[in-house]
């Protein structure tokens, strides 16, 4: 069973399009996250929701935006994709807020996006 | 304002010999501390983390880390690395009472030499 899983794994597409990435946890957790994470390995937190309300919001882009339609679910959707959207994007959940800070992540496999 | 230091970009090590992966923090409060991993194209795995209680955490995969309050540090320790440790590695905190985000650190690439 898969505990944090990401559609799709891998993602190319053109400059300007529009795309979306998918995201489910198995878990019961509370809380999800979206990451991106650059060539670098740099990790960069981009929004966080706590039972389907956005508690995080970093500063991005608005062509990124993130939909909870119910706890276990959190997608990404970007709009007019440019060159330095590529990037791995992972999600990760964790039992957050209600649990406790102190609850650890678990990330999904992360999905590739390469913008052409 | 909260943020953590990993002062080593790459760490390079014997198989069989012990490593430590440095982090330093600087939060105000009390901190909760945590150690990922993450393996060559996979997500990340939780390690260890250290909320209260004894200094020393052990985790998965044989990892422990001290937590060390006067010198602000949560270094991550194995007695005798594997040639499968070699990954990236990332600190990260969050203030007791901030229960928003956590803090990253930019990682550590351990390299275990066969």
């Known amino acids: 069973d898969t505990a944090v899983s990401q559609t799709p794994k891998y993602l190319v597409t053109q400059m300007g399009n529009d795309k979306s990435i998918k995201c489910e946890q198995n878990?019961?957790?509370?809380?999800m996250y979206w990451y991106k994470q650059d060539s670098k390995k740099f990790l960069k937190i981009m929004f966080s929701y706590n039972n389907k309300e956005l508690i995080i919001n970093e500063t991005v882009p608005n062509r990124f935006s993130p939909k909870s339609p119910d706890k276990a679910h959190l997608n990404l959707h970007i709009n007019s994709l440019e060159l330095g959207d590529s990037a791995v994007y992972f999600c990760?959940?964790?039992?957050?807020?209600?649990?406790?800070?102190?609850?650890?992540?678990?990330f999904g496999p992360g999905t590739r996006l390469t913008v052409l | 304002a909260q943020s953590v230091a990993q002062p080593e970009d790459q760490v390079n090590v014997a198989e069989g010999n012990p490593l430590t992966v440095k982090c330093t923090y600087s939060v105000s409060g009390n901190p909760y501390l945590f150690w990922y991993v993450q393996y060559p194209n996979r997500g990340l795995q939780f390690l260890l983390k250290?909320?209260?209680?004894d200094n020393l955490v052990k985790g998965s995969y044989g990892f422990e880390a001290e937590f060390n309050k006067s010198q602000t540090s949560f270094h991550l320790k194995k007695p005798s690395a594997l040639v499968s440790d070699s990954a990236l590695y990332f600190c990260a905190v969050i203030r007791a009472g901030n229960n928003r985000k956590l803090i990253w650190g930019l990682g550590t690439s351990l390299a275990v030499n066969p």
């Open positions: 250290y909320i209260t209680g």
């Open positions: 878990l019961g957790h509370d809380t």
């Open positions: 990760a959940s964790s039992q957050g807020l209600a649990g406790g800070p102190w609850n650890e992540q678990f």
